[in-house]
């Protein structure tokens, strides 16, 4: 028996990955560098199925089916070019490799032009969904050699989720197009993450809810515009009670939020194109801000705040929370679209923005009702810069203005730390205002450093002997 797909990397997300596949008709062979590994998987959940384990490299290329198709589940950086370095000489011509981990898109852009060098077909492959995805269905994002997508698109499309007959897989463009467009969801995933803890905050110190009243909010908002996976597990979370302590478990977990770094490559990336994505940003800081606990510790008992005391309805402000988090949630995606869309016109890529909006409606991390509004308002204007400007946003962030500027002053006033939604209203009042404060940071650059300016009423480059002035 030969295989279709190879498996190389057995952590949780290559085996649950194998058994998808293997599961939707293919035979898979597995090879995992720690041998103990390997054997757990073909003895547990791979045994009496069409899983063929392999021990060394040579034999695993020796057991597929030309063209070769080896789909790499290893740790990102070094990993994968030792792994290459050894796989890449036992391969021929028109052979396949996918790297399905998160790899950093400059890697792949280097990684595929080897490959190219060498004969073969690359495929960066950005595989969202964690374990569970992987095992019943992931939002797949491959990018680099089309060619390669077409040999390995059957089996891709066949093991993504499904969302109202549509498969969550496409080919997303050329070079590092794939993972490019897999960080950008993850910093997304950073924001609205971000976002949905500042309402647990807010809800807790302004609303004064109880984690069962909070439970309900959350769910009774993934029965509205904010549908979602993430508010799902949050309403999940909150209901759930630690067994040692009879406590909430959200109140027995230590807030020190850990992070893998795609998060902070967005950031980065959008600081080297000039895109701003200050909602991503300060979600990562966020996480940053929260692993200094010791000094956080310290400091609460030498910096004093306001208090958190709120007058007014509380009723009220809970709505008005749930609607400023749906205006927020908004600023974060138009953000990372933006940042895709500059990065498409530097990097040369061809990105559907609509078809990537669509495969992340079902098995990724950001799933999410209004994604179907992003597919349709791309649909309305595939030129569009920034996804506020579309009619439908623009009025619900219109009209989420009041309510979202109620929750920002009440947590400002109550001293509550909301760095995502204060960052997600600021985006907006800035992207809207014709003329902003700029004009003062130019004069100043052209006063200290002779950096010169552009004036609003002629064209050309102007300088000011400030000193004569």
Request: charged share 20%; aromatic share 8%; glycine share 10%.
């Amino acid at each position: 028996m030969m295989a279709d797909i190879a498996m190389v990397g057995m952590a949780v997300m290559g085996r649950n990955l194998a058994l998808n596949i293997e599961s939707r008709g293919f035979t898979v062979a597995v090879y995992n560098r720690t041998a103990r590994t390997l054997e757990a998987f073909v003895e547990g959940a791979g045994a009496g199925k069409r899983i063929l384990p392999c021990r060394t490299l040579p034999e695993l290329v020796a057991a597929l089916n030309r063209p070769r198709r080896v789909l790499l589940m290893v740790q990102a950086g070094a990993p994968v070019d030792a792994v290459l370095a050894e796989l890449t000489p036992l391969l021929e011509p028109g052979d396949v490799i996918l790297d399905g981990g998160n790899s950093f898109f400059a890697d792949t852009v280097r990684r595929c032009r080897a490959a190219e060098n060498a004969g073969l077909l690359y495929l960066g492959t950005g595989v969202s969904g964690g374990d569970e995805g992987a095992l019943r269905g992931p939002s797949i994002m491959p990018g680099g050699s089309e060619a390669a997508y077409r040999i390995v698109s059957p089996i891709l499309t066949a093991i993504a989720a499904e969302v109202d007959g549509s498969r969550c897989c496409t080919y997303i463009g050329a070079g590092g197009a794939g993972h490019y467009v897999k960080m950008v969801h993850n910093g997304i995933e950073y924001g609205d993450m971000q976002l949905i803890a500042e309402a647990f905050a807010l809800l807790q110190h302004l609303c004064g809810m109880t984690r069962a009243e909070m439970h309900e909010r959350f769910a009774a908002w993934n029965r509205g515009d904010l549908d979602s996976y993430l508010i799902e597990i949050t309403a999940r979370i909150l209901a759930a009670t630690d067994p040692e302590t009879g406590s909430p478990i959200v109140d027995v977990i230590l807030d020190k939020a850990g992070q893998k770094g795609t998060g902070t490559w967005t950031g980065q990336s959008a600081l080297a194109l000039g895109a701003p994505v200050p909602t991503i940003a300060e979600a990562v800081f966020a996480r940053s801000l929260s692993a200094a606990k010791a000094e956080r510790i310290a400091a609460a008992g030498v910096l004093r705040g306001p208090g958190t005391t709120f007058a007014g309805d509380r009723e009220e402000l809970a709505d008005a929370i749930g609607t400023a988090l749906h205006a927020a949630k908004i600023c974060s995606y138009a953000q990372g679209f933006a940042l895709m869309r500059t990065a498409a016109a530097e990097y040369d890529w061809q990105l559907d923005y609509g078809a990537i909006a669509m495969i992340w409606r079902g098995g990724c991390i950001i799933r999410a009702r209004f994604l179907q509004r992003i597919k349709e308002a791309y649909a309305r204007d595939p030129g569009l810069a920034n996804l506020m400007l579309d009619p439908y946003f623009a009025d619900v962030l219109h009209g989420a203005q009041s309510a979202w500027r109620q929750v920002v002053g009440a947590a400002t006033a109550g001293g509550i730390p909301i760095p995502a939604f204060a960052s997600a209203l600021s985006y907006f009042d800035s992207y809207r205002t014709a003329r902003l404060p700029a004009s003062l940071i130019q004069a100043q650059r052209d006063y200290f450093g002779a950096h010169t300016y552009e004036r609003v009423d002629r064209p050309g480059t102007f300088h000011t002997d400030w000193t004569a002035t």
